[in-house]
């Protein structure tokens, strides 16, 4: 059996670049607003996710860091500081 070796660069999502196939699959994405809640693909995805790990509901974060911004609000109040 052959295989294949290639490198997928997964240090930042600023470095990636998305292959013509992927770029077709976005373009043929049923889409929505997320932020009302509109978006079908997200909305399964959510549930989906929530179902696996038990959970009443799930939320897409679509980076680290928006995933990080999150934790120290829930965690923090307005005015607090946080030193990492």
């Known amino acids: 059996m052959k295989v294949e070796k290639f490198t997928i660069d997964l240090r930042s999502d600023t470095v990636t670049r998305p292959s013509a196939e992927m770029r077709d699959v976005m373009n043929r994405a049923v889409t929505g607003d997320d932020v009302f809640a ?16 038990g959970m009443e509901a799930g939320l897409y974060c679509p980076s680290g860091t928006m995933t990080n911004q999150i934790a120290i609000s829930v965690h923090t109040r307005p005015g607090d500081e946080v030193i990492c």
């Open 38 to 53: 509109e978006d079908p693909e997200i909305n399964e995805l959510q549930s989906r996710c929530a179902k696996m790990f």
